[in-house]
C-alpha cells in the first residue's frame, strides 16, 4: 500500500472546502437590550418578607435581600411546615442540614436527614450532629413519609433513578424541594410529569455546598453571609409554595433570592458549570499554558500565569470591581492594555462558537440523558481524578511555593474575560434574566468557584464537584482547549491588530451596571479557603 | 478576597473522594461469545444474484461478494427500476452518480443528478458529463418526482430539514434509497417514520465518497475493486426491495456486501467516524505527539513516530496482514514488543472508557441531535478548519521530505491497536455483526481513510468528510487527547509491568480470524492517494 500511496494520482479536489479562521470569528449576535422576561417574574411576591425591585440595566428585578434578621420570620413563612427532611450527603446535603438546623434553632420546625440504609454518609452526618437516636437522622423513604418539606439532594442520576419512589412516598400536602431543575428536565426527556396537586419548589443556590456552609458560618457575626440562590415555583398547590422556598432560602443565608422556572434554572446551571464556571476555564489554562511554555516560560512561570493569575488578581478585580474594571484598572501599562485587547478580540469569537454549542445541547436535553447514560457505566468505568496531568502537579509545587505576589498576564486576562463574556451574551440572547446570568456567569465564579480553585487547583475543585458538574467538566474542557488552540493561538501568533468594534462592546456592555447592582447586594464577608 | 484566602481555615474535606486510576483501568466487559443476531441476517436472499455464508469466527455471515462479472445482471435486479436520482453532491453524491452511470452503461436504465437550483455544485456535476439539456442534471424535487430509485445523498442536516417535502414528492412506487442510517436516527428522535407503502432501503459504502470513486476507477481492469457496502431493508413494500438494494450496491462497485439494519448502521456508522477512524486517531496523535516532545524528541522526529507510523506501516500491516500481526510481524524487537504491550495495556482502559461514552451518545440519539442544532449555527459559526495547529503544520514539513522510510514506535503502535480493539469490543458488545464490526473499525480505517491522511494529512481528511463526521471528529477527538493524557501517560510514565491477561484477550481476540475471513474478500488493489 505505501508504494502506491506515495504514487502521483487525482483523488480528491486540491483543497478541502472549509471555511477559513476569520469567517468564523465574526459571527456573533449581540443580545437584544431587553431581555425577553418570564412575566411572572415582575409579579410574585411574598406574605412575609418584603421583595424588593432593584434596578438591573434598564430593567428591574424583583428579589428577595436576605439576612439573619429575618430568621424570626421564618417559622411563618414555612407556613404548616414542622417537619424537613434533607435526602442526600452529597456537595448540597451537608451544607443546606446545617444551615437549616442552625437558622431554625429554637423554633418548632426540625429538621431530619435521610439517607440510603447502610451508607457511608451516615456516620458523616453523625459527626456533624445527626442522629436517629433524636429521630434527626434516618432511612430516606422513612424520613421523605414523615416531611411536610422534602429536600431531595442526592445526585442528579440518583434523582432520575428514585423519582418515581419518592412521587409515591410523599406525605399529603406535602411540598417537594429540590435545588436543581436537572429532574424536570429529565422528566421532559422521559416525558413523564411531577405528581399533580403537590407543591413543587427549587431553591438552587449559586455555589458548590461547600461554599453554602462556609460562608454561612462566616456570616454568623454580620447578620449573614452566603451564596446567593434562585428559586422557582413550578406547581403552587396550596398558594404557599412561595413562601415556602423563600423560607427555604433566607434560613439557608442566601444573600439574595431571584426568580426563576426549573427549565431556565436546569439550562443556566448545567451549562454555566460546562463553561466559565469549570470546563471552559479548565481548558482555558491548559491551552494558555502549553502555549507559554512552547513559547519559552518555565512551566512555574506558565501556571503562575494562567491558573494562577485567572483565581486570584482576576478573581478579585472581578468580584469587587467587575468585568471591566480588569482593563481598566487592574491592567497597568499601555502595552498590557493592547495585549489585553488583542487576547479579548481573539477569543470571543471561539468562545462563543463552543459556549452556544454547549448551550444547545444542554437546552434540547443531551447532557442530561448522557449524565444518566454515564451512571449506567460508573459501576465498570468510574471517573477518574483529572489532577493527575502535568499543569496540575506543577500547580501544587507553586501553590506550595506561594510567596504572596501574583502575576498579571494580559493575555490569559484577555481571554478569561471574553469567555465569560461569551458566556453572558448566549445566556442574554436565550432570555435568561439578568440575575441569573450575573450568577451563572460571574458570581458563583469569583465568589464561590474560584476561591476553591485558588486554595485547592482547578483539577481538585473539578473532583470536588456534584457527578453531573464533574462529567460535564471532563467532557467540555477539551473542547475548549482546541477551539482556543485551533481558533484563537493561530490569531495572537499573527499578532493582528483587534478587532474595535468587539472591544467597544465589551467596555460599553450593560452587564456592568448590573454587576453593581449586585455588588452593592454582595455580604461583606469573602469567602476564606485554604 | 487574596488575604482571606490565604487565611488558614477548614472549609472542604482534606480529599475529594475520586477514585484512583488503577481501578478504572480494570473495569472492562469482555464481548460475549456469540454476537447476538439479527434473525433476518441469516435468512435474507437475492432471486438474481448469488449469496455466499462465509465464515466469521464461530459463525457465519451472508455476504454478496461484488465484482464486475455481475454487471450484466444489473437490469434484472434493479427490476423495474429505469430513472435513477441521484440527490446531492457531497461526499457519496459525485462518486455513486459517476459509478451507478458507468456500471448502467448501454441499459436503459438512466442515471440523473438532482441538485438545489442555484446550487454551485452544479458545475462540478456538468465538469464530469451530467448536464440539463440530455436530462441527467436537474433542480431536485423534478429529479424526485421522476425517478423510480431516488438516491439521497444530500447532508444529514439537509435531510432532517428537507425529508418531509422529499416524501411528499416521491412517485409512487418509488423506492427511497439511503446510504446511512441517520434519517431513521431523526426521525426516531422526532417521532415520526417514513411513508408507508413505500420501498426504504440503504446502502451504505464504508468509506468517502472519494475512495469510492478512486477504488472504482483503479478497478476497471482488475474486475473491479471498490469499497465494501453494507444494506438494509427498512421497508419492502413490493418484495424487489433486496434485489434493488444489492443492484445498487454492485454497480457502486462493493467487493462485499453485508446485510444490516438502519438501526444498526447509524450507531455504527456515526460512532465509527467520532472513534478509530477520525476523531480517535486525531485525538491520539495530538497525545503522544505533545508527550514525544516532551521528553526530547524533535517536533519532526515526534510527527514521524506518531501519526506517520499509524498511516504508513501500522495501516500497511493491518489492512494486509491483521491487527495481531503488528505485534507478531512489524515489532521486531524484544524490547519494543514489550513496550508495545506496555502501551496496549495502558491504553485500552480509558480508549473503552470514552468509546463507549461515545457509543451510549449516538444511540440514544444525542449525536444526531447535536447534529441538527450545529447546523443551525453554521451560518453564524461557520466550521473551520483545524490543520491550523503546530502538530499539522509539522506534518506537513515531514510529508513534503519523505524519504520513503518510515519509523515504527511501538507505544503509537500499542496505544492504536488498543483504541482499535476497544471499539471492536464496545460494538461487538452492543450486538453488531462481525462484518459491521470489521468494515466500521478496521477496513474503513486502514483502506480508506488513513491512506487519505497520509496522503494529505489527519487534519485535511477530517476536513473533507461530510458534516456530521466533521462535527463528531472535532467533538470527540479532544476527549480521546484528554483521556489519554490523564488516564494513559501517567501509567505509561510509571513505566509498570503489562497486564498480561488483558494482552492475552488481545493476542486471541476472535476479530483476527474474522479479518481473515475479511481480507479473502478483499480486491487486489490497493487504494492510490497523493
Given at each position: 500500500m505505501l508504494s502506491s500511496i506515495r504514487s502521483l494520482t487525482r483523488a480528491l479536489p486540491a483543497k478541502a472546502a472549509a471555511p477559513g479562521l476569520v469567517s468564523a470569528m465574526r459571527h456573533y449576535a449581540i443580545p437584544p437590550m431587553t431581555v425577553k422576561k418570564d412575566p411572572r417574574a415582575d409579579k410574585w411576591d411574598s406574605e412575609v418578607f418584603n421583595v424588593m425591585d432593584v434596578p438591573m440595566a434598564e430593567t428591574h428585578e424583583r428579589v428577595l435581600k436576605g439576612g439573619r434578621d429575618l430568621f424570626p420570620k421564618l417559622t411563618e413563612s414555612f407556613g404548616g411546615v414542622k417537619k424537613i427532611g434533607v435526602i442526600g450527603w452529597g456537595s448540597q446535603g451537608p451544607a443546606q442540614a446545617q444551615n437549616l438546623r442552625d437558622s431554625l434553632e429554637g423554633t418548632d420546625i426540625t429538621v431530619t436527614v435521610g439517607l440510603r440504609e447502610g451508607s457511608s454518609s451516615m456516620k458523616l452526618a453523625e459527626e456533624v450532629g445527626f442522629s436517629k437516636e433524636n429521630g434527626t437522622l434516618g432511612e430516606m423513604y422513612d424520613v421523605i413519609r414523615e416531611s411536610d418539606l422534602v429536600c431531595l439532594l442526592i445526585s442528579d442520576a440518583a434523582v432520575a433513578h428514585e423519582y418515581p419512589k419518592v412521587f409515591e412516598n410523599l406525605k399529603k400536602g406535602a411540598t417537594l424541594g429540590l435545588s436543581h431543575g436537572f429532574l424536570l428536565g429529565h422528566l421532559k426527556n422521559t416525558g413523564d410529569s411531577f405528581p399533580k396537586d403537590t407543591n413543587v419548589i427549587m431553591v438552587a443556590p449559586k455555589g458548590v455546598g461547600a461554599s453554602v456552609r462556609r460562608l454561612y458560618e462566616q456570616g454568623k457575626s454580620v447578620n449573614g453571609a452566603g451564596i446567593n440562590a434562585s428559586f422557582a415555583v413550578e406547581?403552587?398547590?396550596?398558594?404557599?409554595?412561595?413562601?415556602?422556598?423563600?423560607?427555604?432560602?433566607?434560613?439557608?443565608?442566601?444573600?439574595?433570592?431571584?426568580?426563576?422556572?426549573?427549565?431556565?434554572?436546569?439550562?443556566?446551571?448545567?451549562?454555566?458549570?460546562?463553561?466559565?464556571?469549570?470546563?471552559?476555564?479548565?481548558?482555558?489554562?491548559?491551552?494558555?499554558?502549553?502555549?507559554?511554555?512552547?513559547?519559552?516560560?518555565?512551566?512555574?512561570?506558565?501556571?503562575?500565569?494562567?491558573?494562577?493569575?485567572?483565581?486570584?488578581?482576576?478573581?478579585?478585580?472581578?468580584?469587587?470591581?467587575?468585568?471591566?474594571?480588569?482593563?481598566?484598572?487592574?491592567?497597568?501599562?499601555?502595552?498590557?492594555?493592547?495585549?489585553?485587547?488583542?487576547?479579548?478580540?481573539?477569543s470571543y469569537g471561539p468562545s462563543r462558537d463552543i459556549v452556544e454549542e454547549c448551550y444547545d445541547d444542554v437546552a434540547c436535553g443531551n447532557e442530561i440523558k448522557s449524565v444518566i447514560?454515564?451512571?449506567?457505566?460508573?459501576?465498570?468505568?468510574?471517573?477518574?481524578?483529572?489532577?493527575?496531568?502535568?499543569?496540575?502537579?506543577?500547580?501544587?509545587?507553586?501553590?506550595?511555593?506561594?510567596?504572596?505576589?501574583?502575576?498579571?498576564?494580559?493575555?490569559?486576562?484577555?481571554?478569561?474575560?471574553?469567555?465569560?463574556?461569551?458566556?453572558?451574551?448566549?445566556?442574554?440572547?436565550?432570555?435568561?434574566?439578568?440575575?441569573?446570568?450575573?450568577?451563572?456567569?460571574?458570581?458563583?465564579?469569583?465568589?464561590?468557584?474560584?476561591?476553591?480553585?485558588?486554595?485547592?487547583?482547578?483539577?481538585?475543585?473539578?473532583?470536588?464537584?456534584?457527578?453531573?458538574?464533574?462529567?460535564?467538566?471532563?467532557?467540555?474542557a477539551p473542547r475548549f482547549d482546541y477551539i482556543l488552540t485551533e481558533q484563537c493561538l493561530p490569531v495572537l501568533d499573527e499578532n493582528k491588530s483587534a478587532d474595535e468594534k468587539l472591544f467597544d462592546d465589551f467596555l460599553n456592555h450593560r452587564i456592568h451596571a448590573v454587576m453593581k447592582t449586585c455588588g452593592e447586594m454582595r455580604p461583606s464577608v469573602d469567602i476564606a479557603v485554604v
Amino acid at each position: 500500500m505505501l508504494s502506491s500511496i506515495r504514487s502521483l494520482t487525482r483523488a480528491l479536489p486540491a483543497k478541502a472546502a472549509a471555511p477559513g479562521l476569520v469567517s468564523a470569528m465574526r459571527h456573533y449576535a449581540i443580545p437584544p437590550m431587553t431581555v425577553k422576561k418570564d412575566p411572572r417574574a415582575d409579579k410574585w411576591d411574598s406574605e412575609v418578607f418584603n421583595v424588593m425591585d432593584v434596578p438591573m440595566a434598564e430593567t428591574h428585578e424583583r428579589v428577595l435581600k436576605g439576612g439573619r434578621d429575618l430568621f424570626p420570620k421564618l417559622t411563618e413563612s414555612f407556613g404548616g411546615v414542622k417537619k424537613i427532611g434533607v435526602i442526600g450527603w452529597g456537595s448540597q446535603g451537608p451544607a443546606q442540614a446545617q444551615n437549616l438546623r442552625d437558622s431554625l434553632e429554637g423554633t418548632d420546625i426540625t429538621v431530619t436527614v435521610g439517607l440510603r440504609e447502610g451508607s457511608s454518609s451516615m456516620k458523616l452526618a453523625e459527626e456533624v450532629g445527626f442522629s436517629k437516636e433524636n429521630g434527626t437522622l434516618g432511612e430516606m423513604y422513612d424520613v421523605i413519609r414523615e416531611s411536610d418539606l422534602v429536600c431531595l439532594l442526592i445526585s442528579d442520576a440518583a434523582v432520575a433513578h428514585e423519582y418515581p419512589k419518592v412521587f409515591e412516598n410523599l406525605k399529603k400536602g406535602a411540598t417537594l424541594g429540590l435545588s436543581h431543575g436537572f429532574l424536570l428536565g429529565h422528566l421532559k426527556n422521559t416525558g413523564d410529569s411531577f405528581p399533580k396537586d403537590t407543591n413543587v419548589i427549587m431553591v438552587a443556590p449559586k455555589g458548590v455546598g461547600a461554599s453554602v456552609r462556609r460562608l454561612y458560618e462566616q456570616g454568623k457575626s454580620v447578620n449573614g453571609a452566603g451564596i446567593n440562590a434562585s428559586f422557582a415555583v413550578e406547581q403552587d398547590a396550596d398558594g404557599k409554595a412561595t413562601d415556602i422556598a423563600l423560607a427555604w432560602s433566607v434560613a439557608l443565608g442566601s444573600p439574595f433570592t431571584f426568580y426563576t422556572t426549573m427549565d431556565s434554572e436546569f439550562k443556566s446551571d448545567i451549562f454555566g458549570e460546562r463553561c466559565i464556571l469549570l470546563g471552559g476555564v479548565h481548558g482555558m489554562i491548559e491551552c494558555l499554558f502549553r502555549k507559554y511554555v512552547s513559547d519559552g516560560m518555565s512551566k512555574e512561570d506558565a501556571f503562575k500565569q494562567t491558573s494562577e493569575c485567572i483565581t486570584g488578581p482576576l478573581t478579585e478585580t472581578i468580584s469587587h470591581r467587575g468585568i471591566d474594571q480588569v482593563y481598566h484598572h487592574l491592567i497597568k501599562s499601555d502595552e498590557d492594555k493592547v495585549a489585553f485587547k488583542k487576547a479579548y478580540t481573539a477569543s470571543y469569537g471561539p468562545s462563543r462558537d463552543i459556549v452556544e454549542e454547549c448551550y444547545d445541547d444542554v437546552a434540547c436535553g443531551n447532557e442530561i440523558k448522557s449524565v444518566i447514560n454515564a451512571g449506567d457505566r460508573h459501576d465498570r468505568f468510574p471517573m477518574c481524578k483529572i489532577d493527575v496531568t502535568e499543569t496540575w502537579k506543577v500547580g501544587a509545587k507553586v501553590r506550595a511555593a506561594r510567596d504572596g505576589s501574583f502575576v498579571v498576564n494580559p493575555t490569559t486576562a484577555g481571554v478569561y474575560c471574553a469567555m465569560m463574556m461569551a458566556q453572558i451574551d448566549t445566556l442574554l440572547d436565550r432570555g435568561h434574566c439578568y440575575s441569573e446570568v450575573a450568577n451563572e456567569s460571574v458570581i458563583e465564579a469569583v465568589d464561590s468557584l474560584n476561591p476553591f480553585m485558588h486554595a485547592r487547583g482547578v483539577a481538585y475543585m473539578v473532583d470536588s464537584c456534584s457527578v453531573t458538574a464533574r462529567l460535564g467538566s471532563r467532557k467540555w474542557a477539551p473542547r475548549f482547549d482546541y477551539i482556543l488552540t485551533e481558533q484563537c493561538l493561530p490569531v495572537l501568533d499573527e499578532n493582528k491588530s483587534a478587532d474595535e468594534k468587539l472591544f467597544d462592546d465589551f467596555l460599553n456592555h450593560r452587564i456592568h451596571a448590573v454587576m453593581k447592582t449586585c455588588g452593592e447586594m454582595r455580604p461583606s464577608v469573602d469567602i476564606a479557603v485554604v
